[in-house]
């Protein structure tokens, strides 16, 4: 990975890696989350790719496996894009084959994840994009705008500025306190010594 020195190259690069995703044809979307790790989704993974290089189509179909999609006890979890194409309760021998979604009311098969009823009331904000990241593979994240910020603020932005940012934000910890993060900051930031710690705790739950 070279290194970022200003919003340019960022920028650069985030355009590189959107034509990338554009050129591939298809990409199928497998959850990689706990619940679905432990019904074996890992093996499932394995197993797609063996099938399309069976096929001759790894150059064309793109297999990306990113964090929980919720819907966990329906994993292992795939979708299939273009289509939104919702596949559920996948084994490693069914590669080859469609799962569908049925739903538990009406017994009919639902096509598209934004039919499901579980996922049709929803709407996401921190998990927006979840399908688009591989959490393993950084140019994910840049290439849906990630480090965009950090870009902005290595290049001119003063600490005090960026504490008042996030004091405006809003920003709170997710934590039963609601402790407000500007504060948070204001502490640290003005804490005597010159070597600091911040400690973030990444998994209070769900998801994990």
Not at 34 to 53: F, I, M, N, P, Y
Not at 170 to 178: D, I, K, P, T, V
Request: proline share 5%.
């Amino acid at each position: 990975m070279p290194e970022l020195s200003a919003i340019s190259d960022l920028n650069a690069l985030r355009e590189r890696l959107v034509n990338e995703r554009k050129a591939v044809q298809a990409t199928i979307t497998m959850c990689g989350g706990t619940g679905c790790q432990a019904s074996r989704s890992l093996e499932v993974v394995d197993s797609v790719k063996e099938e399309l290089a069976k096929q001759g189509l790894e150059d064309s179909v793109h297999v990306r496996v990113t964090g929980c999609h919720g819907f966990c006890e329906q994993g292992p979890i795939a979708v299939l894009e273009p289509g939104n194409i919702f596949y559920c309760r996948l084994q490693p021998e069914d590669a080859g084959e469609r799962l569908l979604y049925t739903d538990p009311v009406s017994g009919k098969k639902v096509q598209t994840e934004a039919e499901i009823p579980f996922y049709k009331a929803q709407d996401r904000h921190l998990l927006a994009q979840n399908r688009l990241l591989d959490p393993c593979r950084i140019e994910d994240y840049i290439a849906v705008g990630g480090y965009s910020a950090l870009a902005k603020t290595l290049n001119g932005v003063t600490s005090e500025e960026v504490i008042r940012e996030i004091k405006i934000s809003g920003l709170r910890g997710r934590g039963g306190g609601g402790f407000p993060t500007g504060r948070k900051w204001t502490e640290c930031y003005e804490a005597p010594g010159d070597e600091k710690y911040v400690i973030c705790n990444a998994d209070e739950g769900d998801p994990g």
